[in-house]
Structures are given as structure tokens and as C-alpha cells.
């Protein structure tokens, strides 16, 4: 016996005991994340019979409206029944005033009609904020090398208003105006859509992960000396918490349904944190360049894929996030009914 044995009697406590098994393991465990709590983003194009591949996403594809239906039936088969909508709007409907988002024919609200009638009982999930349709890339109206505040809000809330009479049951601003909350619950309320739920982008940060999304989208903002080169006046610095906490509690106070942080797993003290200060759920966003990295790392043997999501997705949930958006959500749901026996 030497010294340390004294010093260090063996222990009573072993924690181990409990991670004997896997059905112990499971007993145990803390956090579930059924696919239930998923949201896939779902990308559209114009056009029939279209699945375009999108670079560094492998897995990710653009859908034609026909295709999207067929992709959301599987997604609901494998119980995915939540979408977030993207729309990838051709080049000749965009303007600086982004005006082709009010317009209830453009592609993003056929695709929720589209959607709403074959899947009755899905989720959707339109996006408010103006990239898509912005000829300057930015989800704001830019004058004078500045994103404008107010007058954008309100193309913001007219802009919910058509998504939410197109089927939407969630809009989602994604922009970070000051005030947009607000002005789309008014809006929506005084046109009688006070069904229609707001989850907003609340503490959204200028981040460096939305690359491959904004490569799906053609949504870059554009080169040009009276355009911001990025988001930095309007998206939050990834410096920040105590802002997150600001942002998020004027959007609760202005109604929002649900809050959300994104980008995901860098940003898990901020989850955390406003799961901790808010009763409504929090959302968090497992954006396009966590899903690349995962991607990227298996094509080189690095590791092994579904298990780098199925832990980022798990973490996610732990650190408070009720509602994931994520890439891999059908990826994700494959593996649940593996384990559930399902499949
Ligand atoms: C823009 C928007 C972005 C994402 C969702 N909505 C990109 C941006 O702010 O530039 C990114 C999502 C992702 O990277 O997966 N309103």
C-alpha cells in the first residue's frame, strides 16, 4: 500500500456504475431530442422536376415545388414534419427594394401553398427578411452605404402578412431590424392573423458559418462601394451575451413567440443562457457551415458524420435549445428510429 492509497481510500462513489450498459445508459440519460423537435430548411428553385446539388453541402439539394412536396412527404414519413423555406429567386425578380417579396405569386409563397395543401398537417416556416430578394444581397433596403431600419420593417410586416395568407403557420424573422417584432404582430393581428406564430431570429450573429447558405442562395451581398460589405450593422458581434440578452428580451416583449440563436454549437452559452431567462422555447440554428464542417471532415476520413450530428444536434438540445434547425435533420431521424428500434 502506498501513500496515496491512504490518502486516497478506494472510492464509494462510481459514477461509472450507471454507464454500464446501454440500457442503463439510456435509463439515464438526460436529454432526448425526438425528430419531432427538428425543423429541416428546405431550399426552393423555380421550375419542375429540379434537385440541384449545392456545393459543400452534400445531401442538400434545391427543390422545384414538385420535388419539395415529394422531399417533405418522406421528411414527415421518417417524423420531420417542420420546414423552413428558403427560396433561391431568380436574378431578373430581384430589385434594391426587394418588392418582389410582397408578391403573393413569387416563389416562396407558391411553395407554401404548394406545401400547405399536400401536407395539411406540417409545419411551415417562412423566413422575413429581404436577401433573397435584395439586388444588393442584404436583408435590409441599403441607402447611402447604410441598411435601412424603419423603412424596411415595414416591407418586413407586409411581407409576413402574405406568407402567413399563403400558408404559413410560423413566420420567422431573420433580418435583426430593430423593432420588427412588433410591427409584424401588429400588422398580422390587425389582418386577423393572430394565429400565425412569430419565432424570431433574436440574437443573430455576423457570422463567418453562413457561407454554403448564402452560396444556396446566390444571396452574397454584392461588391460595390455604396454596399456594405457585410451584415456587421445589423447582425450582432459574436463578442457578445449580455446584447443577446438585450435583443431577446425586447422581442419577447414585443410577442414573439419563440426566440431563437444562431448560429448553434459556437454559441451555446447564448442558448443557455435564454432558456434560462425566458418561459417561451428557444430555438437554435445549426447552420450551413457547422453542417459543411461535419460534411467536410467525414469526406476526409476524419470522422464519422451521423455521429459529429447526431452529438452537435444532442448538445444543442442540452444546452437548452427546444427546436433545432438543422441540414441534417433526416440524417438525424434515420439514426432516431435505428436506436428506437424503428427501422
Ligand atoms: C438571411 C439568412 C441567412 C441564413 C438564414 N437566413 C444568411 C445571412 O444572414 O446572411 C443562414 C442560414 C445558414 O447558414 O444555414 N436572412
Known amino acids: 500500500m502506498s501513500g496515496v492509497d491512504k490518502m486516497f481510500p478506494k472510492p464509494v462513489y462510481r459514477p461509472r456504475r450507471l454507464r454500464r450498459t446501454a440500457t442503463i445508459r439510456q435509463l439515464v440519460r438526460e436529454t432526448e431530442l425526438p425528430p419531432g423537435r427538428l425543423v429541416c430548411p428546405v431550399f426552393l428553385v423555380e421550375g419542375e422536376n429540379q434537385r440541384q446539388p449545392i456545393s459543400g453541402m452534400p445531401g442538400v439539394d434545391r427543390f422545384s415545388i414538385d420535388e419539395a412536396i415529394r422531399f417533405a412527404e418522406g421528411a414527415c414519413e ?4 417542420s420546414f423552413a423555406l428558403f427560396p433561391k429567386v431568380l436574378n431578373s425578380e430581384k430589385t434594391a427594394d426587394g418588392s418582389a417579396a410582397l408578391r403573393d405569386d413569387n416563389l416562396a409563397c407558391r411553395s407554401l401553398r404548394a406545401l400547405r395543401k399536400a401536407l395539411p398537417e406540417a409545419c411551415l416556416i417562412a423566413d422575413v427578411a429581404l436577401d433573397p430578394f435584395s439586388s444588393d444581397g442584404h436583408d435590409g433596403i441599403v441607402a447611402d452605404g447604410c441598411v435601412l431600419n424603419d ?15 399563403a400558408g404559413a403557420d410560423i413566420v420567422a424573422p ?17 389582418e386577423g392573423l393572430t394565429d400565425t406564430i ?18 444556396a442562395l446566390g444571396s452574397v451581398p454584392v461588391e460595390r462601394a455604396d ?9 450582432m458581434d459574436p463578442a457578445n451575451i449580455i446584447e443577446a440578452s438585450f435583443e431577446a428580451g425586447l422581442d419577447a416583449l414585443e410577442a414573439a413567440d419563440m426566440l431563437m440563436v444562431k448560429p448553434g454549437l459556437p454559441y451555446l452559452d447564448v442558448i443557455s443562457r435564454l432558456a434560462s431567462e425566458h418561459e417561451i422555447p428557444i430555438a437554435a440554428y445549426h447552420v450551413s457551415g457547422e453542417y459543411a464542417m461535419l460534411r467536410a471532415a467525414a469526406a476526409q476520413g476524419l470522422m464519422d458524420y451521423e455521429a459529429g450530428l447526431v452529438e452537435s444536434l444532442l448538445c444543442l438540445a442540452r444546452a437548452g435549445a427546444r427546436v433545432i434547425l438543422t ?10 428510429r435505428r436506436e428506437q428500434g424503428l427501422a
Request: overall charge positive.
Open 78 to 81: 421518417l417524423g420531420v414534419r
Open 227 to 235: 454596399v456594405p460589405k457585410d451584415k456587421k450593422t445589423y447582425q
Open 174 to 190: 431573420s433580418d435583426m431590424m430593430d423593432g420588427r417584432v412588433g410591427a409584424i404582430r401588429s400588422v398580422l393581428d390587425a
Open 151 to 165: 423603412e424596411t420593417v415595414e416591407i418586413l410586416a407586409k411581407m409576413a402578412v402574405v406568407q402567413a395568407r
Open 327 to 336: 441540414y441534417g435533420a433526416l440524417d438525424y431521424a434515420a439514426w432516431w
Open 198 to 215: 412569430i419565432l424570431s431570429y433574436a440574437a443573430k450573429y455576423a457570422s463567418s458559418f453562413y457561407g454554403p447558405f448564402r452560396g
